[in-house]
């Protein structure tokens, strides 16, 4: 038998009903009637037993709710049990290259610079070509054994590899957020033994400075090329000068734009890690070599083809610079151009520049200038120094005898 609901009205009733009188919903739809809050009641007979209660709502379809968890229950002031929580969705299914493409805008929202972002594209090359070497299309269709496959095809040096593995691990968490994978199946790949310990940088010496520069006058002149501008040795210098005298990254040095770059003696710098803007100083013969540039070249005094993007200018002088390194050889290490900006800091902390003014021109910190450059860091060779001192003061002196 269903439960009668009416509306017992209190005293002070909002729609000046009198107390103790009921309405039903019938009676208060009408037009014109005065709505008000008291409780509705409802009444009938439940398990053999007829009895009246208030739902304790004012509202007829929350009453209708309550009246009907008392019938399903079978008893008053009964409730019936919650229904059972849904099944979690399965993820929903995505390709390998949808996912990829979602990652990569991820990064280029982030404004990494355009070195960094290329570095994920190649990662994301390199897991494309693992996916169709397989005939995976959907992203699910990758797994843990998947992962230790694809990391183990990797021929990179360690840290090179550290580095990857962390844009991988990034990117199968950016799937599991988003509900296209149901786990990690990264987590437990770890980065190379050894990986972790601090890079070993190697600047290049005063003399094999002399040596590059010498190489340079002996490089011949060469004839410009479809959409190219002619260089020679006196070109190559001078940009070797301006990563030598600024810390320049080749990238930065290949784009230098010289109304922008250069006031006075100044250069500014623009520091990709600590987003804060600086300038450097450079000596008066290199100003003038500079602008000497700017009336032949214009503006972009590095520009020597017909692109603008930065990597492509880069490698152009990449390129250049590589055949000094030849005719300076041989090397220690492997020359690099990106070892005259350890060159820079080199110089700097042999003339004694305090350690926080070296790592504010390079845009990095006083912590990885001291873990990376400890060699150059005259305060630290001192202090070790003292130490020592210290330590074997109180040993005896033993009395040295010529051996014949």
Known sequence: ??????????????????????????EEGRRGAKRCSCTIHASGTLAGTFHRMQTGRFRWDDARIIAAQWEAAGAWGGSIKPPEPPEPAAPRAVTIAESSEAYLAKCENRGIQPATLSKYRTFVKQLRAYADARGYVLLDQLTVADMDCFYAS??????????????????VRFCVKRGWLAKDISE??????????????????????????????????????PGHRAWRGEDVKDFIWLSVYTGLRISDAATFD?????????????????????YTWI????VARLRAREKKHGALI??????????????????????????????????????FRHTFVRILLEKGVPVADVAELIGDTEEMVRRHYARWVPERQARLTRILKEAFADKPTPKVVAIR
């Open 1 to 26: 038998m269903s439960l009668t609901l009416y509306r017992r009205h209190s005293k002070g009733c909002e729609a000046s009903r009198p107390g103790g009188s009921f309405t039903g919903e019938f």
């Open 154 to 171: 990797w021929r990179d040096g360690k840290r090179a590899k550290a580095k990857k593995l962390e844009r991988l691990k990034s990117f």
């Open 283 to 286: 000596p008066d013969w290199l």
């Open 258 to 278: 010289i109304s922008k770059r250069l006031k006075g003696n100044d250069v500014f710098l623009r520091m990709h890690k600590t987003k804060r803007e600086l």
């Open 188 to 225: 437990d790949l770890d980065a190379p033994e050894g990986s972790s310990l601090p890079a070993h940088k190697t600047p290049f010496t005063d003399a094999e400075l002399e040596r590059i520069y010498a190489s340079c006058d002996a490089l011949l002149p060469v004839a410009p090329g």
């Open 302 to 339: 590095f520009r020597i083809g017909e692109s603008f993007v930065t990597r492509t200018m880069a490698e152009n002088w990449r390129v250049k610079i590589a055949q000094a390194f030849v005719l300076a050889g041989p090397f220690e290490e492997r020359p690099t151009p990106h070892r």
